[in-house]
């Protein structure tokens, strides 16, 4: 099983900086992508971010040249560096990872408890 923890929210002005952390611990047996999601009061939740395996990444138009998404294998931690920040950025921040957790288990989507992300003067 898949434990997924994300740290880093917080307050920060506009234009302002925010690394997002997410650790992941437990085994499973394949990923397939791991990712960033974040949902505002109101609205669906959508992706900011993710990466594969082999370090392909894709981003929300509405992020694309601000935030970075990154991981270190060693640490088994992902990372969403996020510059620039504007109001609408403001959302709860959830960690994402996509894949089975045994060689014959359906793809199944893991997540942790999310973090407040809140971008205000």
């Known amino acids: 099983q898949v434990q997924l923890v994300e740290s880093g929210g917080g307050l920060v002005q506009p234009g302002g900086s925010l690394r997002l952390s997410c650790a992941a611990s437990?085994?499973?047996?394949?990923?397939?992508?791991r990712g960033w999601y974040r949902q505002a009061p109101g609205k669906q939740r959508e992706l900011v971010a993710k990466i594969t395996p082999g370090g392909s990444t894709n981003y929300a138009d509405s992020v694309k040249g601000r935030f970075t998404i990154s991981r270190d294998n060693a640490k088994n931690t992902m990372y969403l560096q996020m510059n620039s920040l504007k109001p609408e950025d403001t959302a709860v921040y959830y960690c994402?990872?996509?894949?089975?957790?045994?060689?014959?288990?359906?793809?199944?989507?893991?997540w942790g408890q999310g973090t407040q992300v809140t971008v205000s003067s």
């Open positions: 437990g085994s499973i047996f394949s990923i397939y992508a």
């Open positions: 994402n990872t996509h894949g089975r957790a045994t060689i014959g288990a359906p793809p199944y989507d893991y």
